[in-house]
């Protein structure tokens, strides 16, 4: 995989005729994983109407008890602000994302979420993807990439008026862009586990995309860091190797080489998860089933190691889906 001048680029070109969709994300875990922010900016814009395409500012705030809070506006794209070079994201008065800060006001439906946070970390980023082509390519049609995987965020988080103190707590950012969005897809990440002593992150991806009529396999790519160590399960082979399994509230991984085997079990009560639309350049809507305080059980084996079993009440899990009846509340 070659280097590229900056992964958090700007990927949306309004002189193409293309479908396209485009987001830049952060999410922060509370100590105890009882709370979680996660913000995004979206490009969407639809075929032969690039003029018209619409930068959307969104934030939701996860309490374990299950009252959270979810917030979105949308503006014209050009009202709006992506860089081309770095990390330089503004949505109107809405929401700002910087390579060492984000802010944010928010208002919809009577709620209002408005933060002021800084990034600290200066972790590789982590491309998942194992071929340049799968990155510049027509496939698959969604491209992922997190050019902040580890990140503590310091500042604040005012939601409907409660203020809430952030200091320190684990996140991270990444950057996702293309033609639409997987048909059926599993994300999920953590970088907070109980009793751990070796700073273990675990970000992996499972999806499905249609090729004409048809649906792909699963297909699966795992990547884990641990005791400052790297371990990608993301070659070509890897992919033909990994398993991943999907189901309504929880997503299972296995994979191994070289020595290096992973297995995670992440899920998710349906009180912890928001429902999100999640529209397509071609007009088909996809749910997003989101939770930023799903359960993991890792197994993990690594050379030179015993053994590993890690669990957390702090992973990310997004599910993706077309259907409609999943039986999660949609909030925006």
């Not at 969104?58 to 860089?83: L, N, T, Y």
């Not at 912890?272 to 088909?284: C, E, F, R, T």
Request: glycine share 10%; proline share 5%; with cysteine.
């Amino acid at each position: 995989m070659q280097e590229h001048a900056d992964w958090n680029a700007v990927r949306f070109d309004a002189q193409s005729n293309q479908g396209h969709v485009e987001s830049y994300f952060l999410k922060a875990n509370s100590p105890d994983g009882k709370q979680a922010l996660w913000i995004k900016a979206t490009i969407l814009a639809q075929p032969g109407r690039a003029s018209h395409a619409v930068a959307e500012a969104w934030a939701v705030m996860f309490h374990r008890d299950g009252d959270h809070v979810a917030v979105k506006q949308s503006i014209p794209c050009g009202e709006a602000s992506f860089s081309a070079e770095r990390l330089e994201v503004t949505v109107g008065p809405h929401l700002e994302i910087g390579e060492e800060m984000t802010r944010g006001d928010i208002e919809h439906a009577g709620h209002h979420v408005e933060w002021s946070l800084r990034m600290e970390g200066d972790a590789p980023p982590l491309v998942m993807y194992p071929a340049d082509w799968m990155y510049e390519g027509p496939f698959p049609k969604s491209k992922l990439v997190s050019p902040k995987p580890d990140l503590r965020l310091r500042g604040w988080v005012r939601v409907d008026g409660r203020k809430i103190d952030i200091d320190g707590w684990r996140g991270m950012q990444g950057h996702n862009w293309g033609r639409g969005h997987a048909d059926q897809y599993a994300w999920g990440h953590c970088n907070q586990w109980e009793h751990d002593d070796g700073e273990t992150l675990l970000e992996a991806v499972s999806g499905r995309v249609r090729v004409g009529p048809v649906l792909t396999p699963m297909m699966t790519l795992v990547f884990v860091r641990h005791d400052g160590r790297h371990y990608a399960m993301t070659s070509l082979m890897d992919l033909a190797r990994n398993r991943g399994e999907i189901h309504p509230r929880r997503w299972f991984i296995k994979a191994a080489a070289h020595g290096v085997a992973v297995e995670c079990d992440v899920s998710a009560q349906t009180a912890d998860m928001v429902g999100l639309y999640y529209a397509n350049p071609d007009g088909a809507m996809s749910y997003c089933l989101n939770s930023k305080l799903a359960n993991a059980r890792l197994h993990l084996v690594l050379p030179g190691h015993e053994p590993i079993d890690l669990t957390s009440r702090s992973a990310a899990l997004e599910l993706g889906t077309k259907d409609p009846d999943h039986g999660v509340r949609m909030y925006v």
